[in-house]
């Protein structure tokens, strides 16, 4: 085993999130410390890149505020992630979505992905 990666592993605790990946709508709720006091707050967007691996791994979460395109970076293993709510799930066909920055308005919206549930019978399987 690779030394580093061995290290890397000892140091970092493992946080369970929910499985989301590029193009879904979701909430990180995380601390925000100013002076003694101690906050949470939500921030709502779009998932844009998922990268990296182990303890270096990080997901962008990109949002529109006032107009103006904000992007932040979390890191998986950040001990000021509360927690992390998936919204909606996006149909997209890439695993970055840097195209998004140059859209605007309803060019910027992400299609939702549709689940089948295969195990239900269909409507006309009776008989």
Not at 107 to 120: G, M, P, Q, T
């Amino acid at each position: 085993m690779d030394a580093i990666k061995f290290v890397q592993d000892q140091m970092v605790k493992k946080i369970d999130y929910p499985k989301f990946r590029a193009g879904d709508n979701i909430v990180v709720n995380y601390k925000i410390v100013e002076g003694n006091k101690e906050r949470i707050q939500a921030f709502r967007g779009d998932v844009i890149q998922i990268k990296g691996q182990g303890a270096t791994k990080t997901f962008t979460v990109r949002k529109i505020s006032n107009g103006v395109g904000v992007e932040r970076i979390f890191p998986f293993t950040s001990p000021s992630i509360v927690e992390v709510k998936i919204l909606k799930r996006g149909k997209v066909r890439r695993a970055r979505l840097f195209y998004l920055r140059g859209l605007v308005g309803k060019k910027a919206r992400i299609r939702e992905r549709k689940f089948i549930a295969s195990s239900a019978p269909s409507a006309g399987a009776e008989d």
